[in-house]
C-alpha cells in the first residue's frame, strides 16, 4: 500500500462549523466548567497540570507535554479528574452515620470531599470516628498478626497510584507471608499479559505511540480511545494526515471512532475529522472468529510473509492445520460477518506492508479474551507486524498506572518483573530482599472476594477502587465484604464499599494523590515509558499520608522484628529497590526531577525478528473460538417469543473514569445512563422505539431501562457499567488471566 498524504478536504467530517446540530462532546464548554468547579484552587490546578505526570489515561504526560506530538497534551479525562486533587477536606463528622450515605451516587460522595482523618467503624456502631494514627496501627498489627497468612490480602488500584506505590505493597504483603496481592491490572489486561507472553515473549505494547505515524494500517479492536483516552485522537488525526488507513472492528459503530472533533486541531475543531475508513461490526465476544476468519483468507490466498514466517516463527503448520478445520461457514456465523466483509478487511493487509494492531477491554474482558489476543498475535505475525518501524502490537491502557502496577509485582501470580511465582523465583527473591517470602502463587482478586463470600478472609487491605462498583454481582460482594473481620479502605475520598457494614472493624486511611506524594513518584505509561511525577508542594489535606508510608507503617505495626530489612524508606531508596528487583528499570533509581522519563526495552520491542522466547522466536498459538455446545456466550440465539428475545449483552463505558461515572449523558453517542443500545432491526422486530421501557433479565439479576436505538451488531445489546453489573454472573473468567467476563446472556421484554 502506497501512503498518501491526505489533506483538510479529505478528511473532514462536515462543512458545519464545530458539529452545531450534532451529538459530539463541547470541548471549550467543558473547559469552562471544569475551571469553574476549581475556581478555589485554581493556582494550584494549574500546578498540577503543568508539573505532573497526567494520572487519567496510561498516554503519559509531563506537564502539558509529551513525547509524540508537538504542542499541548490535555484532554478532557485528565481535566475532570482535576478536582479530585483540589478539593479541600471533608467533614469527618459526617461519615457519623453511614444510614443516610447508603443512598447516595458515588459521584454524591465524592463531593463530600477529600478524606482526611484516620476513621474506624467497629461492629454494631452507626458509622465511623476519628482515630489517632498511633492508635490505629497498634490496633491492625495486633489484629493482623493473629491471622494466618493465606487468610489475608491486598488489592492496589489504578488510580493515580505510582510504580513506587504498588512495589511498596507487593513487597509489604510478601514480607508478612502472603502472595494474595493483586491490582486493577488484572480486571483489565491481564489476557493480554499472557497472550502475548506465549506468542512474542513479552508482555507489553511491542511499539510506540510514534509508530503510528510511520503505519500505512492501523486497526483497532474492541477499543475506543474517543472515549477513554482522547489524545490517541489526535495522534490518529496526525497519522491519518500522513496517509494511514483506519480499520475498526467492534460490536457498536463507535461514534467518535467514525467523526471526532480535536479541540487543539483547528481544521477538527472546526469541521470534525473522519478517523475511520472501514467499519467492521461483529457480534460481542465474536472477534476471535473473525480473526480466525480474516487468517484463513491470507494463508489461503498467500497474502502472507513467508521469509518471515519460516525464518522467525514456531507453529505455522499447526496454525494452518487448526484454521483448515475451522468451516468458513461457522466461523461466519459466529461472528456474523459476510465473507465479502472479511475478504475486504483480508485484502486491506495484505496491501500494508506496515501495521498496527490496538486493542483494549472489548477484547480481553470475556471468558476467552486470552484466545483472542493470541488470535490477534498471529495476524499480526502472518504479516510481520512486530518488530519494525510502523508495525505492532498495541494493547492501550485505559488508566496511567495499571502497566507498572503488574511489573511492580502486585500481582498474585508473578513476581517483580513478570517473573512467574514457582519455588526457583521464590528462593531467589528471598535471597535477594533478606526474608522468606512464600513460592506459590496467590489468590487472584477474583478468587479472595470469592473467599471472603465463603468467609475465608480474615484482614483485607484495599487501595483504591471500589469492588461494589467494578465487579459482577455487587450484591454478592457487598456480603462478602461484611463477612472480613478487618478491612483498611486507603483512598482520597468516600466510596460505596467502605460503607458495607463491618464484620468486626474497618478503619479509613486517608491518601495523598500522586502530585502530593513524598519524594514524588512515576509511572508507566502504554508505550512502557516511565515518567516521573514530582511532588507538588501547596495542597496538604489534614492527616493524609503517602500510601507507600502507611504500607510501611502497617509491615511494622504487624510484624517489627526484621522490619528494616524492607529498606523501603523514601523514595529514592524504592525506585533503587525496583532496580535490584527489575533489572530492565534500570535508570529509574536515578528519577528526582520534571521531565525525567526513559522506555523500559526502547522505542520498540522484537527487533530484526529477535524475540524473547526460549528458541528466539514468535510462536503461532492456534486457538478455537468457543462453540454453540461449549460457550452459549457468544453464540446464542436471539429468537423471538411475543416481545421477549435472547440476546448477548455487553457492558460500556460512557462518560466515566474506570466506576467514577462523570456524566449522566454520554456526549458522544446521546445515550444516557439506563438506555440499553438495540440494533435497528432488532428494535424494528420488536416494535421498539428509543425511550421505550424495558426490562433485562439473566441467571444473575434484573435491570430495567429504556431503549435506545444504535448501530450495534444484531442479536446484541450494549448497557453502561457499572448499572448493568447486576446482570454479570460471578465466576465465569478469562482461565489465562483472571479477568471476570463482563458479558452476559438476557431476555429482553418491552
Known amino acids: 500500500m502506497s501512503r498518501r498524504s491526505r489533506s483538510i478536504r479529505d478528511l473532514k467530517h462536515s462543512w458545519v462549523p464545530f458539529g452545531i446540530g450534532e451529538i459530539k ?32 489515561c496510561s498516554l503519559g504526560t ?27 477536606a471533608g467533614d469527618p463528622t459526617r461519615l457519623s452515620d453511614v444510614a443516610p450515605l447508603r443512598g447516595n451516587s458515588s459521584k454524591e460522595l465524592r463531593e463530600m470531599g477529600r478524606l482526611a482523618y484516620p476513621m474506624r467503624r467497629r461492629k454494631g456502631e452507626p458509622g465511623f470516628t476519628r482515630v489517632g494514627w498511633r492508635e490505629l496501627w497498634a490496633d491492625v498489627g495486633a489484629r493482623w498478626r493473629e491471622f494466618a497468612p493465606r487468610r489475608t490480602a491486598m488489592y ?88 494511514a488507513r483506519v480499520l475498526v472492528v467492534n460490536a457498536f459503530r463507535e461514534p467518535g471512532m467514525e467523526r471526532y472533533w480535536i479541540p487543539s486541531a483547528i481544521d477538527s475543531a472546526l469541521f470534525g475529522t473522519k478517523m475511520t475508513d472501514r467499519f467492521l461490526l461483529v457480534k460481542v465476544g465474536g472477534d476471535l472468529a473473525f480473526l480466525n476468519a480474516v487468517q484463513k483468507v491470507l494463508i489461503e490466498r498467500g497474502w502472507i510473509n513467508r521469509d518471515f514466517i519460516e525464518k ?57 479474551g486470552g484466545d483472542t489476543v493470541r488470535a490477534i498475535v498471529n495476524l499480526g505475525l502472518l504479516r510481520e507486524y512486530v518488530g519494525r518501524p510502523g508495525t505492532g502490537m498495541m494493547p492501550i491502557r485505559g488508566h ?77 460482594i457487598r456480603e462478602g465484604l461484611g463477612r472480613i473481620s478487618l478491612r483498611m479502605h486507603s483512598d482520597i475520598v468516600v466510596t460505596s464499599q467502605m460503607l458495607a457494614d463491618p464484620a468486626d472493624a474497618v478503619y479509613l ?70 532496580v535490584r528487583a527489575i533489572p530492565s528499570y534500570a535508570g529509574i533509581e536515578k528519577m528526582s526531577s520534571q521531565g525525567d522519563q526513559f522506555q523500559v526495552g526502547g522505542p520498540m520491542l522484537c527487533r530484526d525478528r529477535s524475540f524473547p522466547t526460549p528458541d528466539g522466536k514468535a510462536h503461532f498459538q492456534p486457538v478455537r473460538p468457543p462453540s454453540m455446545a461449549a460457550d452459549s456466550r457468544v453464540t446464542a440465539p436471539a429468537i423471538a417469543t411475543g416481545a421477549t428475545r435472547r440476546f448477548i449483552l455487553a457492558t460500556r463505558r460512557g462518560k466515566q473514569f474506570n466506576s467514577m461515572v462523570q456524566r449522566m449523558v454520554d456526549p458522544l453517542t446521546g445515550a444516557e445512563r439506563d438506555h440499553i443500545l438495540v440494533s435497528p432491526q432488532d428494535a424494528a422486530q420488536l416494535r421498539l422505539r428509543t425511550g421505550d421501557p424495558i426490562l433485562l433479565r439473566s441467571d444473575a439479576g434484573e435491570f430495567r431501562g429504556r431503549a435506545y436505538i444504535a448501530e450495534v451488531a444484531p442479536g446484541t445489546l450494549q448497557g453502561h457499567w457499572p448499572e448493568v453489573s447486576v446482570l454479570i454472573s460471578p465466576g465465569v473468567v478469562d482461565p489465562y488471566g483472571g479477568v471476570p467476563d463482563y458479558n452476559a446472556i438476557v431476555t429482553l421484554e418491552r
Open 25 to 56: 462532546p463541547h470541548h471549550y464548554r467543558e473547559m469552562v466548567r471544569v475551571a469553574w468547579e476549581n475556581r478555589d484552587n485554581l493556582p494550584y490546578a494549574w500546578k498540577i497540570l503543568t508539573r505532573g505526570c497526567c494520572d487519567g
Open 62 to 88: 509531563t506537564g502539558l507535554r509529551d513525547w509524540t506530538i508537538d504542542g499541548i497534551h490535555l484532554c478532557m479525562v485528565r481535566l475532570e479528574l482535576l478536582r479530585l486533587n483540589t478539593m479541600p
Open 156 to 243: 492496589v488500584t489504578s488510580r493515580g497510584v505510582t510504580n513506587e506505590v504498588y512495589y511498596t505493597a507487593q513487597k509489604v504483603m510478601r514480607y508478612l507471608g502472603s502472595n494474595n496481592v493483586d491490582n486493577s491490572a488484572r480486571l483489565c489486561h491481564s489476557p493480554s499479559t499472557s497472550g502475548l507472553k506465549t506468542t512474542l515473549g513479552v508482555a507489553a505494547t511491542t511499539c510506540s505511540y510514534r509508530d503510528w505515524y510511520e503505519a500505512e494500517l492501523i486497526v483497532f479492536f474492541g477499543s475506543n480511545p474517543a472515549n477513554d483516552q482522547p489524545v490517541a485522537m489526535k495522534y490518529l488525526h496526525e497519522a491519518r494526515k500522513r496517509g
Open 312 to 368: 522467525a516463527t514456531a507453529g505455522f503448520d499447526r496454525l494452518r492445520a487448526e484454521l483448515e478445520a475451522q468451516p468458513m461457514e461457522d466461523l461466519l456465523a459466529l461472528c456474523g460477518s459476510r465473507p465479502e466483509e472479511v475478504e475486504a478487511f483480508a485484502r486491506e493487509l495484505a496491501q500494508a506492508e506496515r501495521g498496527i494492531f490496538v486493542w483494549s477491554m472489548g477484547i480481553t474482558q470475556h471468558a476467552h
Open 400 to 476: 496511567s498506572g495499571v502497566q507498572g502496577g503488574a511489573e511492580m509485582g502486585a500481582y498474585a501470580t508473578a513476581f517483580p518483573g513478570g517473573v512467574p511465582i514457582d519455588a526457583d523465583s521464590g528462593a531467589r527473591f528471598s535471597q535477594l530482599w533478606g526474608f522468606e517470602i512464600p513460592s506459590a502463587p496467590g489468590m487472584t482478586t477474583v478468587d479472595y472476594l470469592e473467599a471472603a463470600w465463603k468467609g475465608e478472609i480474615d484482614g483485607l487491605y484495599c487501595i483504591g477502587g471500589n469492588f461494589l462498583e467494578t465487579m459482577p454481582a455487587p450484591e454478592r
Open 509 to 578: 486511611l486517608p491518601a495523598r494523590t500522586r502530585y502530593e506524594q513524598k519524594d514524588g513518584g512515576t509511572e508507566t505509561s502504554t508505550e512502557r515509558r516511565v515518567i516521573f511525577s514530582p511532588y507538588i508542594p501547596g495542597h496538604d489535606v489534614g492527616e493524609a499520608r503517602s500510601e507507600w508510608e502507611m504500607l510501611l507503617d502497617f509491615a511494622k505495626a504487624v510484624r517489627p522484628d526484621g522490619f528494616e530489612k524492607l529498606s523501603l524508606d523514601s523514595g529514592a531508596a524504592i525506585r533503587a529497590d525496583i
